[in-house]
């Protein structure tokens, strides 16, 4: 059965350093998400991507925020200046067109 | 009105019971609610999903109750068994929701005793 691959599993930076999460949605799929949960609390989304340009994102998605779907087959998050808050499981999830979005199994992001 | 509440937080139910989960939302623009099943360290996994327009919906032992008037919906889960100890998160979209932005109740830790 296809899945959501995420990498790395586990990134570690120090504040105010850049990362870049990568994913790779389902092959057939056409929407593109990415969601974070902080430990111990609710899945938050961020951001949706479709037609390569976001369709939505939410208030927690600002400007330190970027996503990009650089070739075919990847989809990355970026946060260019992390702060402590920022520490969380990111979650990929893609969906064919509609709502039924399949997750990833995430990259926890600790910034120290 | 974007909020989605669900209840309870911990829920401990023996082998053989049946476990039931509960939502509540305000806002009636959403039109699709799904829930998601998340054991430890993996990502939430999609187990079963319904819609206004039907007031019931089963997948194997998973069932969806839906309330349109109360705003409320349900999963249930036969026949528990230890292997459905997880958190289950239930969510909704809005109708006129082109990003398919969902937005994700608090959890519910189930356990199921052997």
């Known amino acids: 059965e296809p899945e959501v691959t995420q990498t790395p599993s586990h990134q570690v930076t120090q504040m105010g350093q850049e990362v870049i999460l990568r994913c790779v949605p389902i092959?057939?799929?056409?929407?593109f998400y990415w969601y974070r949960q902080i430990l111990g609390q609710k899945v938050e989304f961020l951001v949706s991507?479709?037609?390569?340009?976001?369709?939505?994102k939410s208030e927690i998605f600002d400007d330190q925020f970027s996503v990009e779907r650089p070739d075919g087959s990847n989809f990355t998050l970026k946060i260019r200046s992390t702060k402590l808050e920022d520490s969380a499981m990111y979650f990929c999830?893609?969906?064919?067109?509609?709502?039924?979005?399949?997750f990833g199994p995430g990259t926890r992001l600790t910034v120290l | 009105q974007q909020q989605v509440k669900q209840s309870p937080q911990s829920l401990i139910v023996q082998k053989g019971g049946i476990s039931i989960i509960n939502c509540a939302y305000e806002n009636t623009a959403f039109d699709y609610f799904p829930w998601y099943q998340q054991f430890p360290g993996k990502g939430p996994a999609l187990l079963i999903a319904i819609r206004p327009d039907v007031s019931e919906k089963k997948e194997g032992r998973f069932t969806i109750s839906f309330n349109k008037s109360a705003k409320q919906f349900s999963l249930h889960i036969m026949d528990s068994q230890p292997g459905d100890s997880a958190t289950y998160f239930c969510?909704?979209?809005?109708?006129?929701?082109?990003?398919?932005?969902?937005?994700f109740g608090g959890g519910t830790r189930l356990m199921v005793k052997p």
């Open positions: 969510a909704a979209k809005k109708n006129n929701n082109a990003g398919n932005m969902l937005t």
């Open positions: 092959s057939n799929h056409l929407y």
């Open positions: 991507f479709y037609n390569n340009e976001i369709s939505e």
């Open positions: 999830a893609s969906s064919v067109f509609g709502p039924s979005q399949y």
